[in-house]
């Protein structure tokens, strides 16, 4: 078989030395050298709800009458592109879903959005966390583990960047009122769910999260899979025991898993962490979550951080003048804070 043949779908352009193509005879005189790559015009398009060493677990044929999950591999000509978790991806080959099968995934589709943490001082790899999710849910404790704002505001700020729309829910409030927590985001008109072992929100956030795909995320130990537990029948996510010094979990869920909600829709479940790294962030998307701030700060210099130091901030002048209630830009200066100078 010849390096330009058509039946060699999936081999890339950069295996080959420009230079030992144009020297290597070429048989068929006339031929063009650039491979036409074909289109896979019949191909399936499916979501992406799990990844597993180079292994992809895609539904395709979602809510219809053959829907299945095809198991899937990489085609060479994706190149380097990364295939996460809400992805939606085009497969060819055998999409039967059979066991023993395998598809492959030829294309990407363009992402809604795109959830990320950088590395930081706890993790030093930049973690892709799930593709396309439109809500995420907000996972913290009353106490045990102590509810941390400064992550709360971390995962706020992400999920802004991101465009991804925060709903925010407070377990274990058997043990402690979140009231005094929970006046810090005042603000920030977060839609807020309270929840308790015995009595989790379930009718509720099922119909909250139905026809979404939600992105589930909290400190390890606040009861992220409990909750999850209850909104899923047979998730089956594993729970553990808080330390009761230290109020951290034993890291017990370990993987990111996509769980489908009786009501339709997902909630993509993700493992407990201690920090979230904003490396990646744009400060304007932030700051676009305050539509009111945002449309002042057009009048801001170039380059205003619309914080406390900042000379001639347009928002500080608004607040002055009365026309911006000076909470909602502290709140504001609270979130971009969290980006570091
Ligand atoms: N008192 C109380 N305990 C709870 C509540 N919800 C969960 N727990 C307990 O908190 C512990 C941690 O719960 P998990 O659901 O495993 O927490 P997680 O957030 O999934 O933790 P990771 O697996 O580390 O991500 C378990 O012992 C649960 O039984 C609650 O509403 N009240
Ligand atoms: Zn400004």
């Given at each position: 078989m010849s390096w330009w043949s058509d039946d060699d779908v999936d081999e890339p352009y950069g295996e080959y030395d420009e230079s030992a193509v144009r020297s290597?005879?070429?048989?068929?005189?006339?031929?063009?050298?650039?491979k036409i790559r074909?289109?896979?015009?019949?191909a399936q398009e499916g979501r992406v709800i799990t990844v597993d060493r180079g292994r992809y677990g895609v539904v395709v044929d979602e809510g219809g009458a053959d829907e299945r999950t095809v198991t899937a591999a990489r085609a060479r000509e994706l190149g380097k592109k990364a295939i996460v978790t809400g992805d939606v991806v085009d497969l060819v080959g055998d999409t039967s879903g059979e066991p023993g099968s395998l598809a492959r995934a030829v294309r990407v589709r363009e992402r809604e959005t795109l959830l990320r943490r950088s590395a930081d001082d706890t993790d030093e790899v930049e973690r892709v966390i799930v593709a396309n999710a439109d809500q995420m849910l907000i996972v913290v404790a009353a106490a045990n583990p102590e509810p941390r704002q400064r992550l709360v505001d971390r995962y706020l700020v992400a999920a802004f960047d991101a465009g991804i729309r925060p709903l925010v829910v407070v377990t274990k409030t058997d043990l402690a009122d979140p009231a005094e927590f929970l006046s810090n985001f005042s603000d920030l008109d977060l839609e807020v769910y309270l929840s308790r072992?015995?009595?989790?929100p379930v009718d509720e956030l099922r119909e909250r999260l139905a026809g979404h795909r939600t992105v589930a995320v909290g400190h390890s130990g606040v009861g992220k899979s409990t909750l999850v537990n209850a909104l899923v029948p047979g998730a089956d996510r594993a729970t553990g025991r808080v330390n009761e010094v230290t109020g951290r979990g034993r890291h017990t869920s370990s993987s990111t898993v996509s769980l489908r909600l009786p009501t339709g829709g997902w909630i993509i479940d993700t493992p407990g962490v201690r920090s979230f790294g904003l490396?990646?962030?744009?400060r304007g998307n932030v700051l676009r979550a305050f539509t009111d701030l945002a449309a002042i700060a057009e009048g801001c210099p170039r380059g205003c951080t619309h914080m406390p130091d900042s000379p001639d901030c347009a928002i500080e002048e608004a607040v002055e003048r009365g026309e911006i209630a000076r909470h909602r830009l502290d709140s504001a200066q609270r979130l971009l804070a969290a980006l570091g100078a």
């Open positions: 290597r005879p070429n048989p068929k005189g006339n031929r063009p050298r650039t074909p289109e896979h015009a019949n072992q015995d009595d989790p490396g990646h962030v744009d």
